[in-house]
């Protein structure tokens, strides 16, 4: 599930001088070899035109490499977007040409990366003469993105072979990755939220105007009147049928659950690939009980667990919120919609991060633990019974490990997201549902903050530390960041 974003590197002088050749075009090749081992980027540089071939930026090829000019700048600008670049490198090898770099920036606009370089030895000769200025020329390349508004990160000052200069431009990329993954979207919605549940409603307009993502509604009719026309001896039918049945370590639920569910699980994944959605929020009771005799909870942890990121109870930004988690974790680790449930009694800065069974099952603390379970029967301990309209609940306590809580929310136009780490705490107990203790620095402020910002009771857990990603996709997103150290 890997994902990858490509980026337009702007190795930028300020003059092509014989003297500074050597060092600005080693530190290009030593930026281009850091790049390289970058996870999940693939970058876009000019290349130095081949002997005898003219220069031209337009097709990537520029003297040596490099960009001075506004001519190669423009030039080098159309050939970013046939290659369609996700976000720029801006970097003054020397001093730096601080309009051509800018000008790139200014015709793509998408995030854009600045660094300097550090300063090497003085020549031992009588000029006394720098070879670099990087970190001066920085300065003005930086103040013509500010003069037009354009947001940067500024990562700092680095020979390009240090370790921090590599965590960076990682930190960027998964930055990048989130704002490509926002922008645009698709998020499918299916059916209405619960009849109570003001608290998930959203703003389609704001989605629209900040992000330019759409909607793509379905009736739950719709989707139950095709998983239910589905043959019986539909392949992608019999497949999820013995996909479900092979996904957990014990199943307590009558049989007739599982061909019900691998119906709708076909029929979802079907709307899904219909629409190249992004992510999407389906409702979850109480029609659904009544259409087709189940519940869905770990249908929608079994299409998580596919990369086909499923919120509950018809919960967008919810959907949204895992949409930002798995893009900053670049596909390779899966976001679990939560609930924020309660506090614990002896511990005051644990908080259960739990819902009523949809995590993905690859989240599971033990596999030999993992269970598909009815709600009326969360122990396993009765005999199941057909027609269970509870049926169908995944039960299994969340592996441990740092995380990160994501939720996004808009109020009058203004976006926001909420950024909070925690470590899940294994636990000895059996409880309900997919579920995790998770240990929070100061839980009176998380609290305090959830209540006094607006964020709802539904959240994004993913594990791993996304906080400094986040922040920067934040900037080039216009949200404002609610950050709970």
Same mark, same amino acid.
């Given at each position: ?43 876009? +540089?000019? @290349? !130095? ?39 720029? $490198? ?16 200014? $015709? ?37 993105? #500010?003069?037009?508004?354009? !947001? ?20 960027? *990329? ?23 549940? &003001? ?36 392949? +992608?039918? @019999?497949?999820? =049928? ?14 007739? #659950? $599982?061909?019900?569910?691998?119906? %709708? ?11 190249? %959605?992004?992510?999407?929020?389906? @409702?979850?009771w109480p029609s659904i009980q009544r259409m087709m005799g189940l519940s869905v909870c770990a249908v929608f942890g079994r299409l998580t667990n596919q990369g086909m990121l499923t919120a509950c109870e018809v919960d967008i930004l919810g959907a949204l919120s895992m949409l930002v988690n798995y893009r900053a974790a670049l596909g390779e680790t899966l976001p679990h919609f939560v609930d924020w449930t309660i506090q614990h009694r002896e511990n005051p800065n644990w908080l259960l991060a739990w819902h009523c069974g949809n995590a993905p099952v690859s989240l599971a603390c033990d596999p030999a633990r993992t269970a598909l ?9 009765? !005999? !199941?019974?057909?027609?269970? *309209? ?8 969340? /592996? ?55 964020? =709802? ?10 906080? +400094?990603?986040?922040? &920067? +996709?934040? /900037?080039?997103?216009? =949200? ?6």
């Amino acid at each position: 599930m890997g994902m990858t974003v490509r980026l337009g590197f702007v190795p930028s002088v300020r003059s092509r001088s014989r003297t500074g050749a050597p060092w600005y075009l080693k530190m290009r090749q030593e930026s281009l070899d850091a790049f390289a081992k970058v996870p999940g980027l693939e970058i876009i +540089a000019p @290349q !130095p035109a081949p002997p005898g071939t003219p220069a031209d930026a337009e097709q990537g090829f520029t003297a040596e490499g490099v960009v001075a000019t506004l001519d190669e700048a423009e030039g080098l600008a159309a050939y970013f977007q046939r290659q369609r670049v996700d976000g720029l $490198i801006l970097c003054p090898l020397n001093f730096g040409d601080e309009r051509s770099a800018v000008k790139v920036a200014e $015709i793509l606009r998408v995030p854009v990366l600045l660094y300097a370089t550090k300063e090497p030895p003085v020549p031992e000769d009588v000029s006394l003469a720098r070879l670099s200025d990087s970190y001066c020329g920085n300065l003005s390349m930086a103040s013509g993105l #500010y003069r037009r508004k354009i !947001p940067f990160h500024f990562a700092g000052i680095f020979f390009p072979n240090e370790p921090t200069f590599r965590r960076e431009v990682e930190t960027f *990329v998964r930055a990048v990755s989130v704002v490509k993954g926002v922008k645009g979207a698709r998020l499918g919605q299916i059916g209405v939220r619960p009849p109570t549940f &003001e608290t998930v409603g959203y703003d389609e307009a704001a989605l629209i105007r900040t992000f330019g993502q759409n909607v793509i509604y379905a009736n739950m009719a719709d989707i139950v009147d095709r998983a239910l026309a589905l043959p019986d001896d539909d392949p +992608a039918l @019999q497949e999820t =049928i013995a996909a479900i049945r092979a996904g957990v370590a014990e199943i307590t639920v009558a049989e007739d #659950y $599982i061909p019900k569910a691998a119906r %709708l699980e076909v029929a979802l994944a079907e709307f899904w690939r219909a629409n190249r %959605l992004s992510a999407m929020a389906v @409702q979850c009771w109480p029609s659904i009980q009544r259409m087709m005799g189940l519940s869905v909870c770990a249908v929608f942890g079994r299409l998580t667990n596919q990369g086909m990121l499923t919120a509950c109870e018809v919960d967008i930004l919810g959907a949204l919120s895992m949409l930002v988690n798995y893009r900053a974790a670049l596909g390779e680790t899966l976001p679990h919609f939560v609930d924020w449930t309660i506090q614990h009694r002896e511990n005051p800065n644990w908080l259960l991060a739990w819902h009523c069974g949809n995590a993905p099952v690859s989240l599971a603390c033990d596999p030999a633990r993992t269970a598909l379970r009815s709600r009326r029967d969360m122990l396993g301990a009765n !005999p !199941p019974s057909e027609g269970d *309209v509870q049926a169908g609940l995944y039960q299994f306590q969340v /592996k441990p490990g740092r995380v990160t809580f994501v939720r996004l929310a808009e109020y009058d136009g203004k976006w926001k997201m909420l950024i909070a780490r925690g470590e899940i705490i294994p636990s000895a107990e059996t409880l309900a549902g997919t579920w995790a203790w998770v240990a929070v620095p100061d839980h009176t402020r998380l609290y305090r903050t959830l209540v006094e910002e607006g964020f =709802i009771h539904h959240a994004s857990m993913i594990h791993g530390d996304q906080t +400094a990603p986040l922040l &920067e +996709a934040c /900037k080039f997103l216009d =949200i404002q960041p609610i950050v709970v150290e």
